[in-house]
């Protein structure tokens, strides 16, 4: 079984930076990737950004690309996501997940955090 636990998200006026961060218990997760999602009121769940195992491969979808960096510590269970040039838009409550692939389908993840809110006020 594997736990995830988010944290870091908060309130920031646009253009301000936000780092989430999402620790994971169990012994798979340096071997799994890892993806965030987000889901703001009245919409689905949307991909962000994933990563493979290594950490060397990341992915994004492309409202985020340019903003927002997916990295990850193996060493600490640990993945983060670097949030800079915030826009209202950004608004939601995101989600780590831990996966197959790191790609932007919800079905390849099989455990997913509780969720952390943010909130971009303009």
């Known amino acids: 079984q594997v736990h995830l636990v988010e944290s870091g998200g908060g309130l920031v006026q646009a253009g301000g930076s936000l780092r989430l961060s999402c620790v994971a218990s169990?012994?798979?997760?340096?071997?799994?990737?890892m993806g965030w999602f987000r889901q703001a009121p009245g919409k689905e769940r949307e991909f962000v950004a994933a990563v493979d195992w290594t950490g060397v491969s990341a992915y994004y979808e492309d409202s985020v690309k340019g903003r927002f960096t997916i990295s990850r510590d193996n060493a600490k269970n640990t993945v983060y996501l670097q949030m800079n040039s915030l826009k209202p838009e950004d608004t939601a409550v995101y989600y780590c997940a831990l996966g197959s692939r790191p790609i932007n389908l919800a079905d390849v993840y099989d455990y997913w955090g509780q969720g952390t809110q943010v909130t971009v006020s303009s």
């Open positions: 169990g012994r798979t997760f340096s071997s799994r990737a």
